[in-house]
């Protein structure tokens, strides 16, 4: 069978949009390996020293460290939240699951601003209580960032259970299954690419979160983002750059790796 493929045209087109749209991403490159203490072009006189500089300096390494922490820890609640209410809607379906499901994704479509100073507030409360769970606490910003994230979650596993089966559940059912070996025998593994999508999809948005991050956090847990953001605010280091063009090169890297795969997967077809 014949397959569609573009045309000569649509592909220079298609090469075109995307030069324009990855410009102000090929701009940050120069700007890293400038020799001066702020952000400007080399002026003839390259320097990798805001590279090392990333290395040498401890700040940065546990930036990254607290970041990747926090997006590891949020996406997993989020996932495992996410995936047992959509398979109790999924199993049971209620008369309110729509109502449900729309509480659920409010954080999707808040603004912002509400979201931020809802937990800033509510943080704020919580450090009355306990040291863990709290403003400016790794606890604090996990669930702060879980919140974010779970409407997320819940829409690609909603979307991963619309296309399973329900005769494999009710054969489990009919077989005495009980509700456990039903969800995690049947169930969950027929859906464990969605759950895994939904993990790495709340990973990235935790990773780039920064909006929500500034309002419950001050001095002690500082996530990249937030250290990017500083870096701009108060000095204009071109560290950031040199970060910049380091987080490009691995998206790149892993967009080139999937590509492979991707074609290899094709031609063995």
Known sequence: MNRLRPGIIATLLSGLVAVFLLMPLIAVIPVSFTSRRYLSLPNGDWSWRHYAALFEDA????????SVQVGVLASFLAVALAAAFCIGIWMLRPRGAGLMTGFVLLPMVAPPVVSSLTLYFFLNKMARWNDIIAYDKLGGVVLAHMVMVVP???????????????????????MGANVPTRVFGV???NIRFGLI??????FLLSWDEIGVTLFITSVETITLPRRMWMGLRDNVDPSIAALSV?????VTLLVVVRAAMLMRKERSR
């Open 59 to 66: 700040e940065w390494g546990q930036s990254l460290l607290t």
């Open 152 to 174: 997320y979650a819940v829409v690609v596993i909603m979307v991963s259970l619309s296309q399973l089966d329900r005769r494999m559940d009710l054969a489990a059912q009919s």
């Open 187 to 189: 169930i969950l593994p």
């Open 197 to 202: 999508g939904a993990f790495f999809l709340c």
């Open 246 to 250: 380091l987080l490009i090169c691995v």
